[in-house]
């Protein structure tokens, strides 16, 4: 899902640049007022986040795929603005120390992995929570926020032919089934697996956790 130099135009690229400037700045604001207990299992995770982007599964069209966690650090920060920094992080580093992801690019794949992804992993995990528990809900939300995220990258991949020739040359009928395939048979159970098996050990180990701020307030106010 790391695109690239030279998949996407200059306007494409400008367009997710812009688009990235706010948003990264709230996830700053978000990220200082993150509980301070949280702050190493933050650092844990964006380094296996970094990690297992770098392990590459094979699927049936001869290309690769790959997890990201943006949505197992989204539920244990219990906040997506704080995945997304860390996610933006590990993209940064990928594209200018090891090539994974261009780096006129950068905006677009942290919009992809970085926003796309924990905001609809989380929020399919909040809406599932208290119906299959948060373990199962934690693995669905990793897998539609990883499939959700490759069709966004798809659709901007299909968009190229119309907007800015000589780029991705793929129209939608191409890339989105491409991209989405590729997710739906490899990525994205991968995702669901590895994200249910870490929420629910640091689940058990570490259930202060899980404690919603509204349940610290309410306890102190006891």
């Not at 299959?132 to 069709?151: K, R």
Request: neutral net charge.
């Amino acid at each position: 899902m790391h695109i690239p130099d030279g998949y996407l135009g200059p306007i494409t690229c400008a367009f997710f640049y812009l688009i990235m400037i706010p948003i990264w700045y709230k996830g700053i604001k978000e990220l200082k007022k993150l509980d301070p207990r949280k702050l190493p299992l933050l650092g844990v995770l964006t380094a296996f986040a970094f990690l297992v982007m770098m392990f590459n599964l094979p699927v049936p069209d001869g290309t690769t795929a790959h997890m990201v966690g943006g949505t197992l650090i989204a539920i244990l920060m219990d906040n997506p603005w704080v995945a997304t920094i860390a996610i933006s992080i590990v993209l940064v580093i990928q594209a200018i120390f090891f090539g994974d992801g261009g780096i006129t690019c950068i905006g677009a794949n942290c919009f992809n992995m970085g926003v796309v992804l924990p905001f609809v992993g989380y929020y399919v995990y909040k809406f599932l929570r208290d119906k299959v528990g948060e373990v199962i809900a934690s693995g669905i939300g990793a897998y539609v926020g990883i499939v959700t995220a490759a069709i966004c990258a798809g659709f901007e991949f299909g968009l190229q032919p119309f907007i800015e020739p000589g780029y991705c040359p793929y129209p939608f009928t191409v890339s989105v089934p491409a991209m989405a395939i590729a997710h739906l048979l490899t990525a994205g159970p991968a995702a669901a697996v590895v994200t249910a098996i870490v929420v629910w050990y640091v689940r058990k180990v570490r259930p202060d956790l899980f404690t919603s701020k509204e349940q610290q307030v309410s306890g102190v106010n006891a």
